[in-house]
């Protein structure tokens, strides 16, 4: 090997490598305060992955193999940022994704769950819950039903719904227990196919289904896969609002929301279960 092959195979075994990497500190720095400072940075939104971004650009700006495709990365990333908290497309995009066939009367609400923390909700099945309460208030069906999974420790929704409807004083005679089949892991399929089990000894017909607006399209196709006759309708959510101009913090929860169940639905029709 000659003596100088080695420092072309790495840019930090040339002079002037600590520059670069400063630089590169330096440009991320500014980036990141000066979108922090416009109000565009919400550490529980895109924080995390944004700074892995730019600590992965800075990393490789080491390198000069890799320096362009870093920084074309994270050039890309900024243009989708801006793009989502800048314009529209977020809430127009989730606005044609939701599925909502209104909360016509059934024999049962079905409330899907969400995860849970151990003793408490977290904040989207708070949402559904809710919101299935007040459809059974409002009388849509005499019965209401929540989901969930005594095997898993994230997911005890069949349990904390009846419990907090018990610690607020509603009563708790509408609730039907949720009969699940056993699995480590619950999901919407598995739900639509617990449900089917159930469904013709207890003689429903029609159920609602209630979830998360941007879960709406796999519910209902998961549902009816099943055999169900399931209407479905989106609970509001506490992270964005579609009947306003939301925030740039709430564009960024369509986009996730968008995202992810597009993964999923194809997964799903993969499986054959859409």
């Given at each position: 090997?000659?003596?100088?092959?080695?420092?072309?195979?790495?840019?930090?075994?040339?002079?002037?490598?600590?520059?670069?990497?400063l630089k590169g500190a330096v440009i991320?720095?500014?980036?990141?305060?000066?979108?922090?400072?416009?109000?565009?940075?919400?550490?529980?939104?895109?924080?995390?992955?944004?700074?892995?971004?730019?600590?992965?650009?800075?990393?490789?700006?080491?390198?000069?193999?890799?320096?362009?495709?870093?920084?074309?990365?994270?050039?890309?990333?900024?243009?989708?940022?801006?793009?989502?908290?800048?314009?529209?497309?977020?809430?127009?995009?989730?606005?044609?994704?939701?599925?909502?066939?209104?909360?016509?009367?059934?024999?049962?609400?079905?409330?899907?769950?969400?995860?849970?923390?151990?003793?408490?909700?977290?904040?989207?099945?708070?949402?559904?819950?809710?919101?299935?309460?007040?459809?059974?208030?409002?009388?849509?069906?005499?019965?209401?039903?929540?989901?969930?999974?005594?095997?898993?420790?994230?997911?005890?929704?069949?349990?904390?719904?009846?419990?907090?409807?018990?610690?607020?004083?509603?009563?708790?005679?509408?609730?039907?227990?949720?009969?699940?089949?056993?699995?480590?892991?619950?999901?919407?399929?598995?739900?639509?196919?617990?449900?089917?089990?159930?469904?013709p000894p207890a003689g429903w017909g029609?159920?609602?289904?209630?979830?998360?607006?941007?879960?709406?399209?796999?519910?209902?196709?998961?549902?009816?896969?099943?055999?169900?006759?399931?209407?479905?309708?989106?609970?509001?959510?506490?992270?964005?609002?579609?009947?306003?101009?939301?925030?740039?913090?709430?564009?960024?929860?369509?986009?996730?929301?968008?995202?992810?169940?597009?993964?999923?639905?194809?997964?799903?029709?993969?499986?054959g279960w859409i």
């Open positions: 090997m000659s003596a100088d092959a080695a420092p072309r195979r790495c840019a930090c075994l040339q002079p002037g490598w600590r520059g670069r990497a991320g720095v500014l980036a990141w305060s000066a979108l922090a400072l416009i109000g565009l940075l919400r550490p529980s939104v895109f924080c995390e992955p944004l700074a892995w971004c730019l600590y992965g650009a800075v990393a490789m700006q080491l390198c000069r193999r890799w320096r362009r495709i870093a920084w074309g990365g994270a050039g890309l990333i900024a243009g989708l940022v801006l793009v989502t908290v800048l314009t529209p497309l977020p809430e127009k995009l989730l606005r044609r994704w939701v599925v909502d066939d209104g909360p016509a009367p059934s024999d049962l609400i079905v409330v899907l769950s969400g995860s849970t923390f151990r003793d408490h909700l977290r904040v989207s099945t708070q949402d559904r819950w809710v919101y299935g309460l007040r459809l059974l208030h409002q009388g849509v069906a005499p019965r209401i039903l929540f989901t969930g999974s005594r095997a898993e420790r994230a997911n005890r929704f069949d349990k904390l719904g009846p419990e907090l409807m018990a610690d607020i004083g509603l009563d708790t005679t509408p609730v039907v227990p949720f009969s699940a089949r056993r699995t480590r892991r619950m999901t919407t399929h598995l739900e639509a196919a617990s449900l089917c089990d159930m469904a029609r159920v609602l289904v209630v979830t998360s607006p941007g879960h709406t399209r796999r519910a209902r196709a998961a549902f009816r896969k099943a055999g169900i006759d399931a209407r479905v309708t989106p609970c509001p959510s506490s992270f964005y609002d579609l009947g306003s101009h939301p925030a740039s913090s709430e564009r960024f929860h369509m986009v996730q929301e968008l995202v992810y169940e597009a993964a999923a639905c194809l997964s799903y029709r993969l499986h």
